[in-house]
């Protein structure tokens, strides 16, 4: 086993594999830009260094340099968490090339699976479902208007060197094809160098729901089950769980064959995630491959009992899976909210500021994946996402519950962030009923964020602002700044009992 592995990332994921080496009793080594340098991952770690300026492409994204800190400090592996470096070809071959081991898949497999038109190729071949459309990127708008006489409007465009929803376009008759090709073209241009488009019918009203893979470098590739990941909002997932309401035993079954199929194709090894979208019919369709450890794998090791971060660095240090896939079973039910730093009542706009107080929930089935803490400085340089929330329970009606409970303990102090808005999902009639899909989201937003009956944030503001006059007529002495709320109340039951913990905590 390695004695020594550095982790190429910061927050919430820097801490999780740091956590995984402490219980394997392998030595950590952070690195860290100017805007970290007080980051829990630091001081976690065993050894930190310091590899540039905030932005990350003057540090996290500084690839040789972070090769040059591994070699010099004896670390023998590299973790490099999500995103940034973590599905760069050339990282993982460099790491490869100067002796050392990138905790993931070969470079081929993330090279192959980068290419959207070559991952659909790859599927085919492995007789794996995709959606029907091309497999080649298209030479000009008439040979769109083939596919769509073919399978009937609408249908998508999608750039070949795409992920996010970046150079996407929908078509829904033949005198749009032409202006949206552009469109698609030009924005795949602008953020991938790379204009070659697609093209597929598009499924309409279907769910996300992906597949966690792990495999050995010895044959063997695991499903792990399903992950529902159908609550998003502009391609940024905010609530997963596991199992999905929309899988069955039968389609567990046959989507995870398909997804160990594909990863096997592929030549995968280590932790990868399969997304597929699943029609009303339990039809399911192949999209891409995920080659990283992603954001949202808790909900997976809680109805799995498998630690996944453990699991990569033991398959990338040679060892087998001692698991057979029927022994994998989900277990209970988990619900993983991401917290960030996004003002739900305001379009969730970023929001920056100084951590003055947290209150992280505990208590049965509680998990809190953080990468914040009292006096961090949230600002714009990373990520908005401050921590993952998970829950487990026995039932899906009782993780619901669980997490609502848990999201009620949780308080936040100098930033805004996106708990009141979780705390709206979880009591969501629909949401509840699991009646979800990819468009859900967008489609309730405004009564999610914006659910206070008539008159109650004045009732509420009014409230706290006799709050704040009593306290300070105990206490004239008071002088900084913080004489208002930084959170309006959002709704009853919770904020009256909210409103006043804040205000004996100033
Ligand atoms: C689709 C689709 C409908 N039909 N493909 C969005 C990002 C990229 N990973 C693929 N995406 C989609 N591809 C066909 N043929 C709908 C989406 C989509 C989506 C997929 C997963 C999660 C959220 C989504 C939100 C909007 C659109």
Request: contains cysteine; proline residues 6%.
């Amino acid at each position: 086993m390695f004695k020594k592995i550095l982790i190429a990332n910061r927050g919430e994921i820097a801490l999780r594999v740091i956590r995984a080496c402490r219980e394997m009793n392998i030595k950590s080594v952070a690195v860290y830009s100017d805007a970290d340098a007080r980051a829990p991952h630091v001081r976690e770690a065993d050894e930190a260094v310091h590899i540039g300026a905030a932005p990350s492409a003057e540090s996290y994204l500084k690839g040789e340099r972070i090769i040059e800190v591994a070699k010099r400090l004896g670390a023998e592996a590299i973790h490099p968490g999500y995103g940034f470096l973590s599905e760069r070809e050339w990282f993982a071959r460099a790491v490869r090339d100067a002796g050392l081991v990138f905790i993931g898949p070969p470079p081929e497999a993330i090279a192959a699976m980068g290419s959207k038109t070559e991952a659909r190729q790859l599927a085919v071949k492995a007789k794996v479902p995709v959606v029907p459309g091309t497999t080649e990127p298209l030479a000009d708008a008439a040979e769109a208007r083939a596919v769509a006489e073919q399978f009937g409007y609408p249908i998508l465009l999608k750039a070949a060197a795409g992920g996010g929803g970046k150079g996407m376009r929908v078509v829904r008759d033949a005198n749009e094809i032409a202006p949206a090709l552009e469109a698609a073209r030009r924005e795949a241009k602008n953020a991938f160098g790379d204009d070659a488009v697609y093209v597929e019918k598009y499924i309409v009203g279907p769910r996300h729901v992906e597949i966690q893979v792990l495999g050995d470098q010895h044959g063997t590739m695991l499903s792990l089950n399903e992950r529902e990941c159908s609550i998003q909002r502009r391609h940024q997932k905010m609530i997963e769980e596991a199992p999905s309401v929309a899988v069955t035993p039968e389609i567990r079954r046959a989507m995870g064959e398909t997804a160990v199929r594909a990863a096997s194709a592929a030549g995968y090894y280590n932790a990868g995630t399969c997304e597929f979208l699943l029609d009303g019919d339990g039809k399911f369709y192949f999209l891409e491959m995920n080659t990283r450890l992603q954001v949202e794998h808790p909900v997976t090791e809680l109805v799995t009992g498998i630690d996944l971060v453990q699991w990569q660095i033991r398959v990338a240090a040679g060892e087998r899976l001692p698991f057979k896939q029927k022994e994998i079973v989900p277990r209970g039910w988990a619900i993983e909210c991401r917290i960030t730093s996004e003002d739900p009542a305001n379009g969730f706009l970023p929001s920056t500021g100084h951590v003055s107080y947290l209150h992280v929930p505990t208590g049965p089935g509680v998990r809190w994946d953080g990468g914040i803490e009292v006096g961090s400085d949230v600002g714009l340089f990373y990520d908005p996402m401050l921590a993952k929330l998970i829950v487990h329970a026995p039932t899906r009606d009782a993780a619901v519950d669980r997490m609502h409970r848990a999201l009620l303990e949780l308080t936040i102090e100098g930033v805004e962030s996106s708990r009141d808005f979780h705390l709206r999902v979880m009591e969501d009639a629909e949401f509840r009923a699991g009646k979800i899909e990819i468009q859900w989201l967008e489609r309730r937003l405004a009564s999610l964020t914006n659910v206070k009956p008539p008159g109650e944030t004045a009732r509420a503001a009014a409230v706290v602002a006799a709050l704040i006059a009593d306290r300070d007529r105990h206490a004239p002495q008071r002088t900084n700044g913080h004489t208002t709320p930084s959170a309006t109340p959002a709704s009853s039951g919770d904020s009256w009992a909210r409103a006043a913990r804040l205000d004996a905590l100033r």
